[in-house]
């Protein structure tokens, strides 16, 4: 386990990230921030678990899902009541609360987005060094043909896995993907923009 989070073991974390040879290039310049997913006892040239990626990633989703559960339930009780605000409007917000599909887009999170989009983002780091506009439109490009697809594709089965679902997958797929992208590229394609 300690090879697997990148502890003793050789320094270069197991399973978990191998795919860039070493954070050492000669002649380059980053354009971004060290990483904090370097493990230092190496001098950069081994990769441990991104933990801070993880755990930030983890939390958005949490707290995502959560908004996502309140505002459905609200949306629900103002469509369904012409009485305006009731007295006990939290805890009917927070009552029917389905914490195990938090919980599933927190693991989601902290599993597979934290650090596959740390991946992600240190390949096109080291693809596309130099800050340019060219480099900018292409990162946010990659980021929307490649990613976001890999996203929404991952999120449907990891849900589908865990609710027992998966021979539904398929029709998944087909109803929701492409609607779930079209407005997942009106929030990101802006952000990616100022991410980068």
């Known amino acids: 386990m300690g090879s697997l989070l990148g502890g003793a073991g050789g320094g270069h974390g197991g399973l978990w990230w191998r795919p860039f040879e070493s954070q050492k290039r000669q002649g380059r310049r980053r354009s ?5 997913s370097v493990d ?19 939390s958005l989703a949490f707290t995502g899902d959560t908004i996502a ?3 459905k339930r609200y949306r629900k009780r103002n469509a369904d009541s012409d009485s305006g605000f009731s007295k006990d409007i939290m805890s009917m917000l927070c009552s029917n609360h389905d914490w195990l599909r938090a919980l599933r887009m927190a693991s989601y999170g902290f599993l597979l987005y934290g650090p596959g989009s740390y991946a992600w983002y240190q390949y096109l780091d080291r693809a596309l060094p130099k800050q340019t ?5 292409l990162k946010v490009l990659l ?7 890999s996203v929404v ?3 449907f089965a990891w849900n589908n896995i865990w609710l027992g679902k998966l021979s539904e997958l398929p029709n998944k797929y087909q109803k929701d993907a492409i609607p779930t992208l079209i407005t997942g590229y009106k929030f990101w394609v802006p952000v990616s923009v100022l991410n980068f």
């Open 69 to 71: 559960q309140l505002s």
């Open 32 to 36: 971004s921030k060290p990483s904090h």
């Open 40 to 58: 230092p006892t190496t001098d950069g040239g081994g990769y441990r678990f991104p933990l801070r990626q993880a755990l930030t990633a983890g």
């Open 133 to 137: 506009v060219e480099n900018l439109l």
């Open 143 to 149: 980021n929307q043909i490649v990613l976001g697809p």
């Open 153 to 155: 594709a991952v999120v």
